[in-house]
Nanobody, 121 residues
Framework: QVQLVESGGGLVQPGGSLRLSCAAS????????MAWYRQAPGKQRELVAA???????NYVSSVKGRFTVSRDGAKNTVYLQMNSLKPEDTAVYYC???????????????WGQGTQVTVSS
C-alpha cells in the first residue's frame, strides 16, 4: 500500500507565499517522478510542476519564476514553494507520484488527497 500525504495549504493574501509538502510512504521500490497538480472550481485539473528522479523540473507557464518544485529523495518527499501568489492560483493542489511499488511489476500513478490553497485579500 502506498500513501501520499500533503500539507501546507491555507489562506494567504495576494503576493504572499506558501510551501506545500507531500510525503510518500508505504511499500515503495522506486519513485520516478513527483508532481503537483491543481484544480480550480469549474476547471480541469492541470499540471503545475514536476520533478524527476534526476532533478529535471518542468512548470506550467503561468507559475514560472514564482513557484519552485524540489524533492528530498531520502524522505520520498516533494515540495512546492509558491511565491508571489495571485488569486488565480486558488485551487485544490494535488500531489502525484509515478512510482514502482514492491507489490507491483509496473509503475503506477498515485495521488494525494489534495490541499486547499486560497489566495484572497
Amino acid at each position: 500500500q502506498v500513501q501520499l500525504v500533503e500539507s501546507g495549504g491555507g489562506l494567504v493574501q495576494p503576493g504572499g507565499s506558501l510551501r506545500l509538502s507531500c510525503a510518500a510512504s508505504g511499500s515503495i521500490f522506486s519513485i520516478y517522478a513527483m508532481a503537483w497538480y491543481r484544480q480550480a472550481p469549474g476547471k480541469q485539473r492541470e499540471l503545475v510542476a514536476a520533478i524527476t528522479s534526476d532533478g529535471t523540473t518542468n512548470y506550467v507557464s503561468s507559475v514560472k519564476g514564482r513557484f519552485t518544485v524540489s524533492r528530498d529523495g531520502a524522505k520520498n518527499t516533494v515540495y512546492l514553494q509558491m511565491n508571489s501568489l495571485k488569486p488565480e492560483d486558488t485551487a485544490v493542489y494535488y500531489c502525484n507520484a509515478h512510482l514502482l511499488a514492491h507489490t507491483s511489476r509496473t509503475p503506477f500513478n498515485y495521488w494525494g488527497q489534495g490541499t486547499q490553497v486560497t489566495v484572497s485579500s
